[in-house]
């Protein structure tokens, strides 16, 4: 079973930071690409940034600029760095990655349970 756990969401005021962390647990598998969607109420969700397994990355036109993904390949984890943050980028942020199992050799996609980031204005 493979799981994905996100943490550091929160409240922050506009133009502050945010760092979100999203981890990979379990046995024999491995990661293919990794990324970052949001949900605001109301609204569908969105690809905020994508990452792929060699680093190359791609970004929303909302954020570019202004947030940072990364990867640990060693940690199998991804960051979102969020910075200069606007009251628009409040959302649920979900992580997901791409994944292959010891029993399934196709990729499958694994996404968190969700961390909540609220900006004020």
């Known amino acids: 079973q493979v799981q994905l756990v996100e943490s550091g969401g929160g409240l922050v005021q506009a133009g502050g930071s945010l760092r979100l962390s999203c981890a990979a647990s379990g046995s024999d598998f491995s990661v293919n690409a990794m990324g970052w969607y949001r949900q605001a109420p109301g609204k569908q969700r969105e690809l905020v940034a994508h990452i792929t397994n060699g680093g190359i990355t791609n970004y929303a036109d909302s954020v570019r600029g202004r947030f940072t993904i990364s990867r640990d390949n060693a ?15 409040t959302a649920l942020y979900y992580c997901n990655a791409d994944i292959r199992t010891r029993w399934n050799s196709n990729l499958i996609r694994y996404w968190g349970q969700g961390t909540q980031v609220t900006v004020s204005s």
């Open 75 to 89: 940690k199998v984890t991804v960051y979102l760095q969020m910075d200069s943050l606007k009251p628009e980028d």
